[in-house]
Every structure is written in structure tokens, then in C-alpha cells.
């Protein structure tokens, strides 16, 4: 399948080519990940993601800006209609969108910022690959080949505050917790399948806050060492993904996502503290008659 702006997001690209953001689906919730893929699960678009959105296009070029507010204009805008001559017209942004719009200003008028964002380069640049025996699609923000410069454009709600990991026992910085040195491990081992080289790409994460007033950051994530170790949790978690996604594996559900919570089906009343962290496990089993009759739609509708 040949990849492009317009298919890049779809269905049908997204069951040939694992992405950062497919692996971090599955992780998340394994039955959520497959009913995007093949029942035609729509997760609520979240204001965050249209923010983020929202920026990202500004950065990219003024067409592609223009294209996503008018698919989004009634999100971005209010709306006011006259109750004498029935027309509408807009009055202003919604508070989200006007703190967008200083994020972009911050983006575009920092002295370092404008240094990355001026280079000669290629926006939204789409590249695939094959990691762990599987096809991977990526889609960098900017890629400058001719400085082997990848460049990621981040919107965050803190760049100092931390997050606790309940599996490392540490608490982690926003680049970790997102999970943007996977990301960087992914993208820098396809770009060097794509150009031949055997030294990673220098990737650089350019970030500015909501907060007001807004902070602002640019971060080098090159270490050969961390991106080894990401490499192999995204070989050690594609076995098990890989089965899902091919439909030999019944999908786990996480049990408090949107898509858990919205086909929820009780079973009988339940201890208290099944609640409590390391009970979720418990409840893998709880769906299988569900999931045969999920896996054989899934099926239908084209797995594999």
C-alpha cells in the first residue's frame, strides 16, 4: 500500500503498517486497539489532540492550516446566530484555540525555534520500514536528509514536571512518560533503513507548554543506549501484539477505557477491592464468549 497524506491515518493503512501511536493503542488496551482497526471504534476526539492538531498543520504550511480549520471550523470558533435574520457568524475562538494560537506564535518567532522550522527541508515527511519482522509506517514532522535532521514538534502541559512509573519504581521526565524516546528509537532505525546510513539521525523535539505564560524547550534525545533498550521492549511486546493483530490472540481489555467502559457487561456484584491495582488481570478471561464473536466479525472484515 502505498502510503500518502490523504490515506496515512486510515483504516486500511493502519492494519498493514504498525505506527508509535498503533504500538502505544495496543499497550494501552489491546480490545480498544482491535475495534479501532476492525469494528469501527471511534474514540471521542479529544480537545488536547485537536489543539495539538491544530499547531502542528500551522507549522506545516498555510494550506494545511487552512484545510484543518475548515473541517474543524464549528470546534475552533464560536458560533453566534441572529434571532431576527437567522444568519450566523463567528465571535472569536474558543479559549483553547486562542492559547493555540500563542503556542504557534512562540513556535515561529524563537530565536532557536526559527533556526529548525527555517531549514530547508520536508514537512510531514512519510517513511516505512521493517522492524521485528513487522511493517512500521512513520510520519516526521520535518525532515532536513541533507543534515540527517528529524524534527518533532510537541505540545505539553509541563516540561519540569514529572510522572511516577509504577513499573521502574521512578518518576520520569515528560519525554519519557509520553514515550517519545520509543518514538525516536523507531523513527531514527527507519530512517537509516531508508538512507543506508548506520548512524542514528539527530532528533530533535521542539516543545512549548500550554501554561501561561507558555515554557518553551528544544531537546536532543540521541542516546544510543536508551534507544537500544526501547528497541527491545517494542520486540519483546510485538510477539504478543503481532498475535492479536492477526487474530490468533484473544485481545485483552483494559477494563476503564472508553471503549471497555461504553461494552461493559456485568457479571454479578464483586468484592470492593477488585478495584485496587494488580486485580485487573483477573478479568482477562471475563470476555472470551464476547471476544469469539468479536474475532469473527473482525474476520469479516478483512483480518488477515
Given at each position: 500500500?502505498?502510503?500518502?497524506?490523504?490515506?496515512?491515518?486510515?483504516?486500511?493503512?493502519?492494519?498493514?503498517?504498525?505506527?508509535?501511536?498503533?504500538?502505544?493503542?495496543?499497550?494501552?488496551?489491546?480490545a480498544a486497539a482491535m475495534a479501532r482497526l476492525?469494528?469501527?471504534?471511534?474514540?471521542?476526539?479529544?480537545?488536547?489532540?485537536?489543539?495539538?492538531?491544530?499547531?502542528?498543520?500551522?507549522?506545516?504550511?498555510?494550506?494545511?492550516?487552512?484545510?484543518?480549520?475548515?473541517?474543524?471550523?464549528?470546534?475552533?470558533?464560536?458560533?453566534?446566530?441572529?434571532?431576527?435574520?437567522?444568519?450566523?457568524?463567528?465571535?472569536?475562538?474558543?479559549?483553547?484555540?486562542?492559547?493555540?494560537?500563542?503556542?504557534?506564535?512562540?513556535f515561529i518567532t524563537d530565536p532557536v525555534f526559527?533556526?529548525?522550522?527555517?531549514?530547508?527541508?520536508?514537512?510531514?515527511?512519510?517513511?516505512?520500514?521493517?522492524?521485528?519482522?513487522?511493517?512500521?509506517?512513520?510520519?516526521?514532522?520535518?525532515?532536513?536528509?541533507n543534515k540527517r535532521l528529524i524534527i518533532d514538534?510537541?505540545?505539553?502541559?509541563?516540561?519540569?514536571?514529572?510522572?511516577?512509573?509504577?513499573?521502574?519504581?521512578?518518576?520520569?521526565?515528560?519525554?519519557?512518560?509520553?514515550?517519545?524516546?520509543?518514538?525516536?528509537?523507531?523513527?531514527?532505525?527507519?530512517?537509516?533503513?531508508?538512507?543506508?546510513?548506520?548512524?542514528?539521525?539527530?532528533?530533535?523535539?521542539?516543545?512549548?507548554?500550554?501554561?501561561?505564560?507558555?515554557?518553551?524547550?528544544?531537546?536532543?534525545?540521541?542516546?544510543?543506549?536508551?534507544?537500544?533498550?526501547?528497541?527491545?521492549?517494542?520486540?519483546?511486546?510485538?510477539?504478543?501484539?503481532?498475535?492479536?493483530?492477526?487474530?490468533?490472540?484473544?485481545?485483552?481489555?483494559?477494563?476503564?477505557?472508553?471503549?471497555?467502559?461504553?461494552?461493559?457487561?456485568?457479571?454479578?456484584?464483586?468484592?470492593?477491592?477488585?478495584?485496587?491495582?494488580?486485580?485487573?488481570?483477573?478479568?482477562?478471561?471475563?470476555?472470551?464468549?464476547?471476544?469469539?464473536?468479536?474475532?469473527?466479525?473482525?474476520?469479516?472484515?478483512?483480518?488477515?
Open positions: 500500500m502505498e502510503l500518502t497524506r490523504d490515506n496515512y491515518y486510515s483504516v486500511e493503512a493502519d492494519r498493514e503498517y504498525m505506527s508509535c501511536s498503533q504500538y502505544q493503542a495496543f499497550l494501552e488496551c489491546e476492525y469494528l469501527g471504534f471511534k474514540p471521542a476526539e479529544s480537545e488536547a489532540l485537536l489543539v495539538g492538531n491544530y499547531v502542528h498543520t500551522a507549522l506545516e504550511s498555510e494550506e494545511a492550516h487552512a484545510e484543518f480549520v475548515e473541517n474543524n471550523f464549528e470546534k475552533i470558533y464560536k458560533l453566534k446566530t441572529d434571532k431576527k435574520s437567522g444568519e450566523t457568524s463567528t465571535v472569536g475562538k474558543y479559549a483553547a484555540f486562542e492559547n493555540a494560537d500563542v503556542i504557534i506564535r512562540t526559527q533556526k529548525f522550522i527555517l531549514m530547508d527541508g520536508e514537512n510531514e515527511k512519510i517513511l516505512t520500514g521493517n522492524i521485528f519482522g513487522v511493517p512500521w509506517k512513520i510520519r516526521l514532522d520535518k525532515y532536513v536528509p514538534y510537541k505540545t505539553a502541559a509541563s516540561l519540569t514536571k514529572t510522572e511516577y512509573n509504577p513499573k521502574t519504581g521512578e518518576r520520569e521526565c515528560f519525554i519519557e512518560s509520553a514515550g517519545y524516546l520509543m518514538r525516536a528509537a523507531i523513527y531514527s532505525e527507519i530512517e537509516k533503513q531508508n538512507t543506508g546510513n548506520t548512524e542514528d539521525a539527530a532528533f530533535i523535539i521542539l516543545a512549548v507548554t500550554k501554561e501561561k505564560p507558555h515554557d518553551k524547550g528544544a531537546y536532543l534525545l540521541n542516546h544510543a543506549q536508551r534507544y537500544a533498550w526501547e528497541l527491545e521492549q517494542v520486540k519483546n511486546n510485538l510477539l504478543n501484539i503481532r498475535a492479536v493483530k492477526e487474530g490468533r490472540q484473544i485481545p485483552k481489555r483494559c477494563g476503564h477505557c472508553e471503549y471497555c467502559r461504553s461494552t461493559k457487561v456485568l457479571k454479578g456484584v464483586v468484592p470492593y477491592y477488585t478495584l485496587k491495582p494488580g486485580f485487573e488481570e483477573e478479568r482477562e478471561d471475563e470476555y472470551r464468549d464476547i471476544f469469539t464473536a468479536y474475532m469473527e466479525k473482525a474476520q469479516a472484515a478483512g483480518m488477515g
